[in-house]
């Protein structure tokens, strides 16, 4: 969810642009005419995704789930009998970009509706643009709450407003049930954007894991910020080797967490437990016996338990979810966490037209306050203003468990056990 230092060359629309067609209807806005305003044409929704740059693990995800979503609206009949066209144009996993393609997108392009991208810094660009256009922003994975103040961008994953004391309290009391809690920990954090925020707050709530843990009595052996685009692991696996840890917490994303244990593979260490926030999910199960134990956050995971008390619905679409991430060539073709936030940004969008009746901007806006929406993967969401429409969450904690993502905490919503580390 963070943005890379580098800044690349601005992309070409023709290599910039994916569109994906089918049938779907809905409104005019009143702020004039989009892509699809004459009555019969398409609906155009615009976003960037991150297609290529150190983003595009998970971008890809987001793209599949997308392209999943308008092909089975538009089967279904659409938006009131009128096509969705989806364009899509890679942001390069660059934050400097993305306010520069929103702003192509509703003023150049004159998209009828907007979706965010992927990423915590690329959201707040976006969402500076679509708060001087006045449109309405779903989206799928911005953590910093309190920055988040635009009153018409809705989340489609939640982890509250305080996600800096939401995700601390949730991993520090599901290790605190185990039959032997973690004393030590080493505390490594990605400097950018969400994962700062979640290990030492932000603007006058400076509360996080660091804090937190030593509230909590926990001897932080190592406390280490590193930039995001690092590369070289070495000299940080060994500082935490040197440093001890029952528990290594890496408030990082994407492939951090693969770069550090391999790094530490290298140092022949590894780790009794270790935590990574937001990692891709596929490369840590591509580490084998490496990465067994290794915590997240999680939205959804796909277990038989979860799919059984969601219904045929849900199992349908992460079905076919796999069908599509298996023709991509997708490492790790499940339907998980950053697919079903996808979905539910998508929910949230074709509810806010519905309910509006149009895509006039200011009444899907007002129809979310008022009403929410239902999603297939996270139930009804309400959306308070007051709490920057940030649902209350629904996440836990997945482990890997023999090679396979299984939901573990909270106890009353886990498909299995946690696993203590291997004793010795």
């Known amino acids: 969810m963070l943005r890379p230092g580098a800044t690349r060359r601005l992309i070409t629309l023709a290599g910039a642009v994916v569109l994906l067609a089918g049938g779907t209807a809905a409104c005019e806005r009143k702020s004039g005419g989009g892509g699809g305003t004459t009555s019969d044409g398409p609906i155009v929704v615009g976003s960037t995704l991150s297609l290529s740059g150190a983003f595009a693990a998970t971008g890809v995800i987001h793209k599949i789930a997308g392209e999943q979503f308008v092909a089975r609206l538009n089967a279904a009949g659409g938006l009131l009998g009128r096509q969705v066209t989806w364009r899509v144009l890679d942001d390069e996993s660059d934050q400097a970009k993305v306010a520069t393609l929103y702003e192509q997108l509703i003023s150049q392009d004159k998209v009828d509706l907007i979706i965010g991208p992927y990423a915590t810094p690329n959201i707040l660009s976006a969402m500076a643009v679509a708060q001087r256009h006045n449109f309405t922003m779903p989206q799928h994975t911005a953590v910093l709450a309190p920055l988040m103040t635009y009153p018409c961008q809705f989340p489609g994953w939640s982890i509250g407003s305080a996600p800096n004391e939401y995700v601390p309290k949730l991993l520090l009391d599901a ?131 979860a799919l059984d008390k969601m219904g045929a619905p849900a199992s349908e679409i992460v079905n076919e979810f796999a069908t599509r991430a298996k023709a991509a060539k997708l490492p790790y073709p499940v339907f998980e966490t950053q697919a079903a936030a996808s979905w539910n940004a998508w929910e949230i969008l074709v509810a806010s037209v519905k309910g509006a009746g149009s895509v006039d901007q200011k009444a899907m806006c007002d129809f979310l306050h008022a009403s929410g929406t239902d999603t297939t993967f996270s139930g009804h969401l309400a959306f308070d203003a007051s709490a920057n429409n940030f649902w209350p969450s629904t996440s836990g904690l997945k482990q890997i468990q023999n090679r396979e993502w299984v939901t573990v905490w909270p106890a009353d919503r886990a498909s299995g056990q946690l696993k203590p580390p291997p004793a010795g």
């Not at 290594?248 to 590894?270: C, F, H, K, S």
């Open 175 to 305: 290790v605190a049930s185990l039959p032997a809690p973690p004393k030590r920990v080493a505390i490594l954090t990605n400097q950018n954007g969400s994962t700062d925020f979640v290990s030492y707050g932000t603007g006058n709530n400076k509360v996080g894991m660091v804090s937190i843990a030593k509230d909590r009595g926990l001897d932080v052996v190592l406390e280490r910020r590193y930039p995001p685009n690092t590369s070289n692991w070495s000299q940080m696996a060994a500082e935490v080797r040197g440093a001890r840890p029952d528990l290594v917490i890496n408030d990082g994303l994407g492939v951090d967490p693969v770069g550090l244990l391999q790094a530490m593979t290298q140092l022949r260490y590894r780790p009794p437990m270790m935590f990574s926030l937001f990692p891709a999910p596929g490369p840590p199960l591509g580490l084998g016996a490496v990465s067994d134990g290794m915590l997240a956050v999680s939205l959804f995971e796909p277990n038989k338990a």
